[in-house]
C-alpha cells in the first residue's frame, strides 16, 4: 500500500506539470497576445505547486514508505528506480529556493511574448531587460544546484546529467575535425538546384502531406495533433495526448515538411512509452519539473534527428515516397524527378538559422550557442555584448556575415523561456541518432521494411529499445543497452561523410 500511495502522489505531480503544459501549448499556438501577463502567472503557479508537492513532508513520507517497502527488490527494479529518482529530485529541489523557481517561471513566460516581439522587428535592445533577468536568475540557480569546475555545468544537468563544458569539448573537437574538411570540399562543388522549392506550394495540402508522412512514421493521430507556430515544437500530456506543431513558408516547401517529421520523432517517444509508466516518476522529469518522458533531451532529440534525418532526407525515403508528393503538388514539381528532389532537400549551404540549417553544418550552430551561453553564465561575456558576439562566431565557424538581430541572436525561443544549458542535447542527440540507427538497421528486417517503405520495424525497434523505458534508466545506460557502446560520435560522422560523399562527388 505504501509504493501504491507514492505512485499516486506522484501522479498528482505529473497531473499538474501536464496541465502546465496544456497552457503552454495554448500560449504558443492559439492565446491571444493580450494573454500574456496573466497566462505567465498562471504558469508560474502551477510550476511552484507542483515543485511544493514533491518536496511535501506527506511526499518525503510516503517515499520514506515506498522505500522500506521495496527495499528487497533488486536494485536496478522498477520500483526501487523511481523511488532513488524521486529522492534525487526531492534534494535537488530542496537547494533552490521555492521564490527563485517562481521567478524563472514567471520571467520565462512573459519573456517569450517579449522575445516574439522583438524578433519580429529585429529589435534586441528591447529583449536585453528580460534576457538580463533571465541569465541572473541563472546564474544564482547554477549557484544553488551546485558544481565542481563551471556554472554552466549545474544548468546543463537539467537537460543532460553528466555532460559538463569539459565533457564537450572533445566531442566538439572530433564533430569539427571530423566535418569541417568535407564543408569546405563540398563549398568548392556545384549545388544542387533548389529553386523549384521556392515556388507557391498551398499550406493546407503542405500539412496534409506532412502529416500523412507522419503517420507512416508511426504517429497516432488519434492521441495527437498538429498545428501551427512560430518555433516547431512537441509537447505531451501523457503518451495520450501527443500534439507537435510546425511552421510553414508557402515558398518553401521543406520547412514545414521536415519540421513535422522532427517533431514527429519527438512525439513518438512520448507516445510508445510503456503504458504502466503513466503519470509515474518515468513519464516526468522531476528536476527540470517536465510533463516528458525522455531519459534526456539528447535522447529525445535522437529520435526527432533520426526520423528526421536518417529516415526523412534519405534517398530510400524518397524514392518510395516522391510519387505521392508529386502528385501532391503536380504543378510545382512538374519536371522534377526524384534524385533532384532528393539532392535539392540534402543541399549544403551554410545559413544563418540553426532550424532551416542543413544536416551537415547544423552541429556548429551548436557549438557556437554553446560557448555563448557557458560565456554568459560565468560573466566573461555581458548580455549587451550579445550581438557582436554572436555575429563573430557565426563568422567563425560558418563563414557568414549576420544581417540584422532576427537572424542573429533573437533567432532562437529558449533564452526566452529561461532554458540555459539545453543547446548541447541537439548535438548529443545528432550522435545517438547515428549510432541507434547505424544499430537497428544491421536488423535484416528493419532494412527490408525501409526499403518497402513499412516503417513499422524501424519504429518497433526504437520503441523496444528507447520509446517505452521512458525515464528508467540514464542515457548513457539506454544507449550501452541498445547499441552496446558508450555514445560514439563515428557513426554520426560516417553517416554524413558518406552521404554527401554520393550526392557532391567529393
Not at 518497402?452 to 528508467?472: F, I, N, Q, S
Request: glycine fraction near 8%.
Amino acid at each position: 500500500m505504501g509504493y501504491r500511495a507514492f505512485l499516486e502522489r506522484m501522479g498528482e505531480v505529473n497531473d499538474l506539470l501536464c496541465a502546465e503544459s496544456v497552457l503552454s501549448w495554448d500560449a504558443r499556438t492559439m492565446m491571444p497576445s493580450g494573454g500574456a501577463d496573466t497566462r505567465a502567472k498562471q504558469l508560474a503557479t502551477l510550476t511552484v505547486l507542483a515543485r511544493e508537492h514533491l518536496v511535501a513532508d506527506e511526499t518525503r513520507r510516503l517515499l520514506e514508505r515506498a522505500e522500506a517497502e521495496t527495499a528487497k527488490l533488486p536494485e536496478d527494479s522498477v520500483e526501487r528506480t523511481m523511488c532513488a529518482q524521486v529522492r534525487e529530485a526531492i534534494e535537488y529541489h530542496l537547494r533552490i529556493p521555492a521564490a527563485l523557481v517562481h521567478r524563472r517561471a514567471e520571467v520565462g513566460s512573459k519573456g517569450q511574448h517579449v522575445w516574439a516581439k522583438a524578433r519580429a522587428e529585429s529589435d534586441f535592445a528591447s529583449f536585453v531587460p528580460v534576457l538580463e533577468q533571465t541569465i541572473a536568475l541563472n546564474q544564482e540557480m547554477a549557484e544553488h544546484i551546485g558544481y565542481e569546475e563551471h556554472p554552466y555545468d549545474a544548468l546543463m544537468f537539467r537537460f543532460e546529467p553528466g555532460e559538463t563544458v569539459r565533457s564537450l569539448q572533445p566531442l566538439f573537437a572530433a564533430l569539427r575535425e571530423g566535418l569541417q574538411p568535407l564543408v569546405r570540399a563540398i563549398g568548392e562543388k556545384e549545388p544542387p538546384r533548389v529553386d523549384f522549392l521556392q515556388r507557391p506550394f498551398p499550406v493546407d495540402r503542405q500539412l496534409e502531406f506532412a502529416l500523412k508522412m507522419a503517420g507512416k512514421l508511426g504517429y497516432d493521430t488519434g492521441r495527437g495533433r498538429l498545428d501551427l507556430t512560430v518555433h516547431p515544437f512537441e509537447i505531451s500530456f501523457t503518451r495520450n495526448d501527443v500534439r507537435i506543431t510546425t511552421r510553414v513558408n508557402d515558398e518553401w516547401m521543406p520547412k514545414s515538411l521536415f519540421g513535422t517529421l522532427h517533431e514527429t520523432g519527438h512525439a513518438l517517444y512520448e507516445q510508445y512509452c510503456d503504458p504502466a509508466y503513466t503519470r509515474t516518476p518515468f513519464a516526468t522529469d522531476l528536476v527540470g519539473l517536465y510533463a516528458v518522458g525522455g531519459v534526456s533531451f539528447g535522447a529525445h532529440e535522437s529520435q526527432s534527428r533520426l526520423f528526421e534525418n536518417h529516415v526523412g532526407r534519405s534517398r530510400e525515403f524518397w524514392e518510395l515516397n516522391y510519387g505521392e508528393l508529386h502528385a501532391t503538388f503536380p504543378e510545382q514539381l512538374a519536371g522534377i524527378d526524384t534524385e533532384t528532389f532528393w539532392r535539392a532537400v540534402n543541399r549544403v549551404e551554410p545559413g544563418l538559422v540553426r532550424v532551416e540549417s542543413d544536416e551537415l553544418t547544423y552541429d556548429f550552430h551548436i557549438m557556437l550557442r554553446v560557448e555563448i551561453e557557458a560565456a554568459l553564465i560565468d560573466g566573461s561575456l555581458g548580455v549587451s555584448e550579445l550581438p557582436e558576439a554572436w555575429n563573430a562566431k557565426v563568422k567563425e565557424y560558418l563563414g557568414l556575415d549576420v544581417p540584422n538581430d532576427r537572424l542573429g541572436v533573437l533567432q532562437d525561443v529558449h533564452w526566452s523561456s529561461g532554458q540555459i544549458g539545453t543547446f548541447c542535447n541537439y548535438t548529443i542527440g545528432n550522435v545517438m541518432a547515428g549510432q541507434l540507427f547505424h544499430t537497428a538497421t544491421q536488423d535484416d528486417l528493419i532494412r527490408d521494411g525501409l526499403a518497402k517503405a513499412d516503417y513499422r520495424p524501424l519504429r518497433e525497434w526504437m520503441t523496444e529499445h528507447v520509446h517505452r523505458h521512458g525515464r528508467r534508466y540514464t542515457r548513457d545506460q539506454l544507449l550501452e543497452n541498445a547499441t552496446g557502446k558508450a555514445l560514439d560520435p563515428q557513426y554520426y560522422i560516417e553517416h554524413l561523410t558518406r552521404k554527401y560523399t554520393d550526392i557532391y562527388g567529393v
